[in-house]
């Protein structure tokens, strides 16, 4: 059992890491890599290069190997004896369970992989339209697609208060986008008001139509940032149905979606260098983000800043899974996106302005109540009937893996957060959690 001091470090290291990930990509879409001695700020030129960005997502997901490999090492020089002949007849009666997931077989993460990649990227883009808290606020929507899909495709129930609770959800986050698009002129005036304009129109005067151009690309952005959970949504299907049949530490899938992420970004690098593809849209400039990314240094040190924190998030995300409960990373994760407003207020990066902000306020706790309710974490209101005792008991689980990964970074798998059933037992511990196991049922991290 976690001592009472580890659980908050905990929970406090997994707030305080995936803040400052979405915080350090926002800083680092604002860094000037060319132009800079303008005194016009709308033609200095800003860092905005999603695929880099994406880029060090997968780099700092492979880090998750780092603990794994200390494991093995460790195991492999103080490795306790075990009797295997012992561990036949309790073998024999789990039968059922998950098969390893090893050899050619890891090749089948690499479909949640390109998903997470192309919808990484595509919230990488439209973070360099909208404030960092409504980028993060926009990612709840991911709930309602999960929910979608896993209804459709692993043929999941969800009651009437969860629909409800589902459009509860998708209001809210309807009104967080609303206000973004409201309060864009008051960001556009923060200490750098100028890291919100993209290439396309830094040249365009301040005029009612660039105002309008203005409010058109929070739009923009909040619109890739839902369609990105679409994919998102399909990587955690996908990553359900792979991991509920085979068992995997969740490190390591996390490590091999990066590893895998990583090489599918290299193999597009031919491509993406070619000069009328690189031409086609700055975004999809390699060669220039790289010079960029090289005659910058505070480009590379956020890069290097946002891997670590990518690894560390997926580490602590995954140890309060397991030591705690997934109810309460969904907890945390809430306290999170909280966390990023607060910071960004402080930091001038955005303003709180009477009325516009009250509606992301509204917005946000909407979208955290329609979370909740569909957790089970708050009662449904009386007037809408819930699940029958029995059902409910029964469904506790795939509630609460299916909405606990609802504002985590991509990088999450579902089955991590109590859904998927596959073994959390570090490698070459098989045999040991086996003679300790009193039932059919193995750790758990819910």
Not at 320 to 326: L, M, P, Y
Not at 379 to 395: E, H, L, N
Not at 417 to 439: C, F, I, M, R
Request: one cysteine or more.
């Amino acid at each position: 059992m976690p001592s009472s001091l580890y659980v908050p470090v905990l929970l406090g290291g997994m707030i305080l890491t995936g803040s400052t990930n979405s915080l350090w990509s926002k800083w680092q879409d604002m860094q000037c890599v060319d132009n800079c001695a303008d005194p016009d700020p709308s033609k200095r030129v800003l860092y905005e290069q999603p695929v880099w960005q994406t880029l060090q997502m997968f780099l700092g997901e492979m880090l998750c190997f780092l603990p794994v490999l200390y494991a093995w090492l460790r195991s492999r020089y103080h490795a306790r004896a075990v009797k295997l002949e012992e561990e036949t007849e309790p073998l024999t009666e789990h039968a059922d369970q998950p098969e390893p997931l090893q050899g050619w077989k890891f090749l089948l993460l690499w479909i949640p992989a390109a998903c997470d990649l192309t919808g990484t990227t595509l919230m990488n883009i439209g973070l360099l339209y909208t404030p960092v808290s409504i980028y993060q606020m926009t990612r709840g929507a991911l709930v309602l697609f999960v929910g979608v899909f896993s209804v459709l495709f692993l043929k999941r129930r969800l009651w009437l208060y969860q629909w409800i609770s589902l459009i509860i959800v998708m209001s809210g986050v309807a009104l967080v986008g609303y206000s973004g698009s409201l309060i864009k002129d008051a960001v556009k005036d923060a200490l750098v008001p100028h890291s919100l304009r993209s290439l396309a129109s830094r040249a365009a005067p301040v005029t009612a139509k660039g105002e309008a151009e203005d409010l058109g690309k929070v739009l923009v952005g909040v619109f890739f940032i839902l369609f990105a959970q679409i994919f998102t949504a399909t990587q955690f299907v996908v990553e359900e149905k792979i991991l509920g049949r085979y068992a995997v530490s969740p490190l390591v899938a996390v490590g091999f979606e990066g590893l895998f992420g990583t090489i599918s970004i290299l193999m597009l690098f031919p491509i993406l260098t070619i000069p009328s593809v690189a031409a086609a849209s700055p975004f999809f400039d390699l060669g220039r983000g790289w010079s960029q990314m090289v005659n910058t240094p505070t480009v590379i040190y956020s890069g290097i800043a946002i891997a670590i924190s990518i690894s560390l998030f997926n580490f602590f995300g995954l140890s309060v899974t397991r030591h705690v409960s997934a109810t309460a990373r969904s907890l945390a994760d809430t306290c999170r996106t909280l966390a990023i407003w607060i910071i960004s207020l402080g930091l001038g990066w955005e303003k709180f302005l009477i009325p516009i902000s009250f509606l992301q306020v509204l917005g946000f706790s909407l979208l955290v109540y329609g979370t909740f309710v569909f957790n089970n974490l708050v009662r449904p209101p009386p007037c809408v009937p819930g699940p029958p005792p029995a059902a409910a008991g029964r469904d506790e689980e795939e509630r609460e893996g299916l909405l606990s990964g609802t504002l985590d970074e991509t990088a999450a798998l579902p089955a991590d957060l109590g859904q998927g059933g596959y073994d959390v037992v570090p490698e070459g511990q098989h045999a040991l959690a086996a003679n300790k196991a009193t039932s059919p049922q193995h750790p758990r991290s819910d």
